[in-house]
């Protein structure tokens, strides 16, 4: 693509080599959308994954963020029907990540309560639509304590530091002071509540090392196991042609 070639291009040179499924992450938002309906055009029988486009969505981590909740809350049936009325806090970078937009979707979906907390210029009101269209599932905060208060799980998402250099954020300091997990600060949650975080982490920053490596609270590292799994259950799926 440096030397010039179009993105729908390169798809296509993947698939005069015989390919199956395309895994597409892309920087620009609806290149995995694209590539899907260029292959439907011609059609042939090519499954497309979305992992991750821009700051759009990333279906895959919100699956795994999914089963990492479901198989906590019962190990031996994991069902989206045990996220009905728990209370969910997304902390952090909310306007950039796609990993917000696509847990929004799939959490509201499952009947959880979805509340987002984030300095104003990473929460834009923008964000106002999305509730607009889930009234009751989606709520918006510019202060931490009221999406941390009762909550069920707390999902904080990575503080890219060019939002440093765009003047989104007066400092990394501050704004582990106002919005950064503690242990002390998790006391507002409901006793057994649980820490995600969708990797890497700045430590430190949007959480403290301290509770990141506490196995009572933390959810990462059950994660990073779920991810392997979900991702090996969506190629089996599309590679048997059972999707």
């Known amino acids: 693509m440096t030397k010039g070639e179009t993105i729908l291009d390169t798809a296509k040179t993947y698939l ?3 390919t199956d499924i395309m895994v597409i992450r892309h920087r620009e938002a609806g290149v995995p959308q694209a590539i899907a309906q260029e292959m439907d055009r011609l059609g042939v029988r090519v499954s497309v994954l979305n992992a991750g486009d821009g700051q759009h969505e990333h279906p895959s981590q919100a699956l795994l963020d999914l089963f990492s909740i479901c198989t906590l809350l019962d190990p031996d049936l994991p069902r ?6 728990k209370k ?3 902390v952090g970078d909310i306007l950039h990540s796609r990993v917000a937009r696509s847990n929004i979707w799939s959490l509201t979906a499952s009947g959880a309560h979805v509340h987002l907390a984030a300095p104003p210029t990473l929460l834009p009101k923008l964000f106002a639509d999305y509730s607009e269209d889930k ?3 989606l709520f918006l905060h510019w202060e931490l304590e009221p999406a941390l208060q009762d909550a069920d799980f707390v999902m904080t998402l990575r503080l890219q530091k060019e939002r440093m250099s765009a003047n989104l954020l007066p400092s990394l300091r501050e704004y582990h002071q106002m919005f950064g997990l503690t242990h002390s600060r998790l006391q507002l949650c409901k006793p057994y509540v649980k ?3 969708p990797g890497p982490v700045n430590r430190g920053v949007e959480i403290s090392s301290e509770l990141m490596d506490d196995p ?3 959810l990462i590292q059950a994660q990073v196991t779920s991810g392997v799994a979900v991702r090996m259950a ?4 599309l590679g048997s042609g059972k999707a």
């Open 16 to 18: 005069a080599m015989g």
């Open 80 to 85: 989206v029907e045990l996220l009905k009325e």
């Open 88 to 90: 969910i806090a997304i």
């Open 135 to 137: 009234p009751g599932k």
């Open 195 to 197: 820490v995600l975080h």
């Open 216 to 218: 009572e609270f933390s």
């Open 234 to 237: 969506l190629l089996y799926l």
